[in-house]
C-alpha cells in the first residue's frame, strides 16, 4: 500500500510539474486568457450542473472558440493521411496542445471526416486521484469551446451491467485526459456524434482485464475506441526515444505480455528520471486485451514526437508523444483491374468535382448502383494537373475506406486547390489543364532496397512521423538510378538527409499504380 502511494504522489508531482510548464508556455504565447475571463472554467467548474464544463481550456489549450478552432486547423493541415484501413482504435496523447496536438491532429485525420460512428469510447488512466475500478460520466454531457458533446446513453446501461463501472464524478472533475480529445474530434467530425467517457482509476492488470471484458464486445467497425495516453515522463530527449519506441513496439506486437514486460524493464532499467514508460498504460493494457485475441486485427504507428520537439520544450526532460491506430488487416490484391470505361468515369468526376467546387457547387450524390465494384473498392489515388505540359498540382491519399471514385474526386479538387507549390486553379484555366489519375495498389513493407523496383513501383519511405513517397512515373521521368530515388524521397520528401532511407528505423514500402490522362481517350 505504500508502494502505491509513493507511486501516485510521483504521478501526481509530475503532472503539476507538465501543467506548469503547459500554462507557462500558452502564457508567452498568448493562449491562455486571464482566469476572471474564463467563467471559472480554468481550475473548476460548478459540478452541481448537469453538464460536465471545460475545466483545461484556457490551460491545455484556448478558451476562445475561435482561436482554439484556428489553431487545430493549423494542426490538422499539417497532417497527413498514411494508414491503408480504417482506424477500430487509436492511441492518442492528452498533453498541452503546443506539445502533443500535432500529433494528436495527425492520428485523428487518419479517420474520414464524413464517418458516422455508433458509440466512440474515450479511456483514459486517472491523473488526480485513486480508486479502484472505472469511472464513466453519466451526470450529463461534456462542454467545450467548441460546444456540447453528447455522453451516450449505453453509458448508464455500462454502469448498471458491469460491477467494474461505477457513475461517481469525482474520478471526472479535474481530468484532463478525456477532455482535450473532444475539440479535435469536435472539428473532424463532420457528423454528430456521442461518447462513452471512462476514467480508469488504480495500478491492477486485472482491472484492465475486467474493462476488457466489458468493452469487447462493442470493438467493431460501428464504434470507435480512443485510448488517451502520453508515453515516457520525464527521462532526457535520447533515452524518452529509446523507450518510447520500445513501447510502440511491444504494443505493435499485439501481445498484452510483451506490453507488460516492456513497460517492466523500460521502468526498472535505471532510466534517469524515468517516471513511468506510458501513464495511461492501464487503458492501453485494456485495449490489447481486447484486440490480441482478434487474428484480423493489426497495430499501425502513424506520428511520434515528444515535447523536446516543442518549441516550448526542453530536451533534458521531455514526456512522448506516439499515435498509434489498430486497424483490420487488410487483403493483398493482386489482380485489381480498371476497364477503360472504369477509367473514363474517373476522369469524368475529377473534372466535374474541380469544376463544380470552383463554381462553388455541391455534386448531387451518385447512384452508387451504376458504379463498378472497382470503383466502389478501397484503393488510394493520386490526381496530377498539367497545363500545357507544366505540373499545376498534384495531391493524392494513399489509403482510405472510402470508396476509390469519392478519393479521386477528393484529391481532384485538393489538387486544383491545396496544392501549397501552386496557386489556385481558376475556373477559366480548366480548358487548359490536362487531368492525370494514379490509382495505387496497396502499400507493401519491404526488407530490403534492393527488393524496390523503379519505374515499376512507387517508393514510401517512413521514419519516425516523417514520410514521403515518389510515385512510380517518376522514376521513368527522372531516370534516376534506385539509390537516387531512395536518396531524393529521403531528402526532398520525407525530410530525413539523404542516407536517411539507410538508418534502422527507416522502413521502406512499395506500391504499383495504374496510371492514365485524359489525353489518351481524346479528351
Not at 55 to 62: I, K, N
Not at 343 to 370: F, V
Not at 468 to 492: I, K, M, N, Y
Amino acid at each position: 500500500m505504500l508502494l502505491i502511494s509513493v507511486n501516485l504522489v510521483v504521478a501526481l508531482f509530475v503532472e503539476f510539474q507538465m501543467i506548469c510548464r503547459i500554462v507557462f508556455a500558452l502564457l508567452i504565447t498568448k493562449l491562455i486568457v486571464m482566469a476572471t475571463s474564463c467563467s471559472g472554467q480554468v481550475g473548476g467548474g460548478d459540478f452541481s450542473q448537469r453538464d460536465r464544463p471545460a475545466v483545461v481550456a484556457g490551460a491545455f489549450y484556448p478558451a476562445s472558440e475561435q482561436q482554439l478552432r484556428n489553431e487545430i486547423k493549423e494542426y490538422f493541415d499539417k497532417s497527413d493521411k498514411v494508414l491503408n484501413s480504417k482506424p477500430l482504435a487509436l492511441i492518442v496523447p492528452h498533453a498541452g496542445y503546443v506539445f502533443s496536438a500535432g500529433v494528436a491532429a495527425n492520428a485523428y485525420c487518419q479517420l474520414d471526416r464524413d464517418a458516422k460512428f455508433k458509440h466512440i469510447f474515450i479511456i483514459g488512466s486517472s491523473h488526480t486521484m485513486y480508486f479502484n475500478g472505472a469511472s464513466i460520466y453519466t451526470e450529463g454531457d461534456f462542454i467545450t469551446p467548441l460546444g456540447q458533446v453528447k455522453v451516450d446513453s449505453l453509458a448508464k446501461e455500462l454502469v448498471q451491467k458491469y460491477s467494474i463501472f461505477n457513475d461517481d464524478v469525482k474520478p471526472h472533475e479535474r481530468e484532463h485526459s478525456l477532455e482535450v480529445q473532444l475539440p479535435l474530434l469536435q472539428y473532424w467530425l463532420k457528423n454528430e456524434f456521442s461518447i462513452i467517457p471512462i476514467i480508469v482509476g488504480g495500478e491492477s492488470q486485472s482491472t484492465s482485464s475486467l474493462l476488457a471484458e466489458a468493452l469487447a464486445p462493442y470493438f467493431n467497425e460501428d464504434n470507435l475506441f480512443v485510448v488517451s495516453s502520453d508515453f515516457s515522463h520525464y527521462p532526457s530527449y535520447a533515452n524518452a526515444v529509446s523507450s518510447d519506441d520500445d513501447m510502440a513496439n511491444a504494443i505493435v506486437s499485439n501481445s498484452a505480455v510483451q506490453f507488460l514486460k516492456a513497460k517492466v524493464k523500460l521502468e526498472n532499467s535505471g532510466i534517469d528520471d524515468l517516471a513511468t514508460a506510458m501513464c495511461g498504460w492501464t487503458s492501453g493494457l485494456a485495449l490489447l486485451k481486447i484486440t490480441e485475441t482478434l487474428k484480423d486485427v493489426e497495430y499501425k504507428t502513424i506520428m511520434y514526437r515528444n515535447s523536446g520537439d516543442s518549441p516550448y520544450g526542453d530536451k533534458e526532460r521531455v514526456v512522448g508523444y506516439w499515435a498509434i491506430a489498430a486497424v483490420k488487416k487488410q487483403p493483398v490484391v493482386d489482380d485489381f483491374i480498371l476497364s477503360d470505361e472504369d477509367k473514363l468515369q474517373l476522369l469524368n468526376l475529377a473534372r466535374n468535382a474541380i469544376i463544380s467546387h470552383l463554381k462553388g457547387k455541391n455534386q448531387p450524390p451518385l447512384d452508387e448502383t451504376q458504379i463498378s465494384s472497382s470503383l466502389m473498392s478501397s484503393a488510394g489515388a493520386f490526381v496530377t494537373l498539367r497545363n500545357n505540359g507544366q505540373l499545376r498540382g498534384c495531391i493524392g491519399n494513399f489509403s482510405t475506406s472510402t470508396p476509390l471514385y469519392k478519393v479521386v474526386m477528393s484529391m481532384a479538387i485538393a489538387a486544383a486547390t491545396e496544392d501549397y507549390r501552386f496557386g489556385k486553379v481558376s475556373l477559366n484555366e480548366m480548358d487548359e489543364i490536362t487531368i492525370e489519375i494514379s490509382v495505387l495498389t496497396p502499400m507493401r513493407k519491404i526488407n530490403s532496397a534492393e527488393e524496390f523496383i523503379p519505374g515499376k513501383q512507387g517508393i514510401y519511405i517512413k521514419k519516425g512521423w516523417r514520410s514521403g513517397t515518389f510515385l512510380p512515373q517518376v522514376g521513368v521521368e527522372t531516370g534516376w538510378s534506385r539509390d537516387e530515388l531512395l536518396g531524393h524521397c529521403a531528402r526532398d520528401k520525407a525530410f530525413i538527409g539523404w542516407d536517411g532511407w539507410k538508418d534502422s528505423d527507416a522502413e521502406l514500402f512499395v506500391y504499383e499504380a495504374i496510371v492514365f490522362e485524359e489525353k489518351v481517350f481524346g479528351m
